[in-house]
Nanobody, 122 residues
Framework: QVQLVESGGGLVQAGGSLRLSCAAS????????MGWYRQAPGNQRELVAR???????EYADSVKGRFTISSDNAKNTVYLQMNSLKPEDSAVYYC????????????????WGQGTQVTVSS
């Protein structure tokens, strides 16, 4: 059982920055991937950034060059540094953790945090 807790959301003016954190706890099994997703009212949840720890990262086209995902494996924590924020970035941001059974192409278990609100004003 893994619990993910996000923090760092809030209200920021367009062009500003926020740093989100997601701390994982409650499991002795290591997470192999962690990522950030967001969901605005009326929209589907979408990928923002995802990291297969130690191997690769991916970003949504809309955030490339502005957002950076990173992790501190010793702390079981993933971060999302968000710069040059736009009103379109406003959403609830969710942290996701993944544990692979074998490799990244195989089955896995997914865990979700409760979300943290990010609001970017014009």
């Amino acid at each position: 059982q893994v619990q993910l807790v996000e923090s760092g959301g809030g209200l920021v003016q367009a062009g500003g920055s926020l740093r989100l954190s997601c701390a994982a706890s409650g499991s002795g099994f290591r997470l192999n991937a962690m990522g950030w997703y967001r969901q605005a009212p009326g929209n589907q949840r979408e990928l923002v950034a995802r990291m297969i720890i130690g191997y690769s990262t991916e970003y949504a086209d809309s955030v490339k060059g502005r957002f950076t995902i990173s992790s501190d494996n010793a702390k079981n924590t993933v971060y999302l540094q968000m710069n040059s924020l736009k009103p379109e970035d406003s959403a609830v941001y969710y942290c996701k953790g993944e544990r692979f059974y074998s490799d990244l192409h195989g089955p896995r278990i997914e865990y979700w945090g409760q979300g943290t609100q990010v609001t970017v004003s014009s």
